[in-house]
């Protein structure tokens, strides 16, 4: 069983950045791709990014690329989300999520956090 527990979130200004952690516990997450997603109040979750378990594919959806960049740390099981040029659209829970496969696919998430709240003030 995978434990994933993410924090960094908080109130930012419009324009302003945030970085997101997500500690993982219970087994190493080193071979399996990681994502972040986002429930804004009233709407469905949806996908942020992702990450191979190498890091060596990312994946973002259209609304954050060019200003949010997931990475990752296999040594100390933690998956890293830095926002930056945020807006008000992007006040939302994020939630990390694991999948048991090297490569992300827009399959089920295998395990998920509790979520970070982010809110951005214009």
């Known amino acids: 069983q995978v434990q994933l527990v993410e924090s960094g979130g908080g109130l930012v200004q419009a324009g302003g950045s945030l970085r997101l952690s997500c500690a993982a516990s219970?087994?190493?997450?080193?071979?399996?791709?990681m994502g972040w997603f986002r429930q804004a109040p009233g709407k469905v979750r949806e996908f942020v990014a992702a990450?191979?378990?190498?890091?060596?594919?990312?994946y973002y959806a259209d609304s954050v690329k060019g200003r949010f960049t997931i990475s990752r740390d296999n040594a100390n099981n933690t998956v890293f989300l830095q926002m930056n040029s945020l807006k008000p659209e992007d006040t939302a829970d994020y939630y990390c999520?694991?999948?048991?496969?090297?490569?992300?696919?827009?399959?089920?998430?295998?395990?998920w956090g509790k979520g970070t709240l982010v809110t951005v003030s214009s």
């Open positions: 999520a694991a999948q048991i496969s090297r490569y992300y696919s827009p399959d089920a998430m295998d395990y």
């Open positions: 219970g087994r190493t997450v080193s071979s399996y791709a």
């Open positions: 990450i191979s378990w190498n890091g060596a594919r990312t």
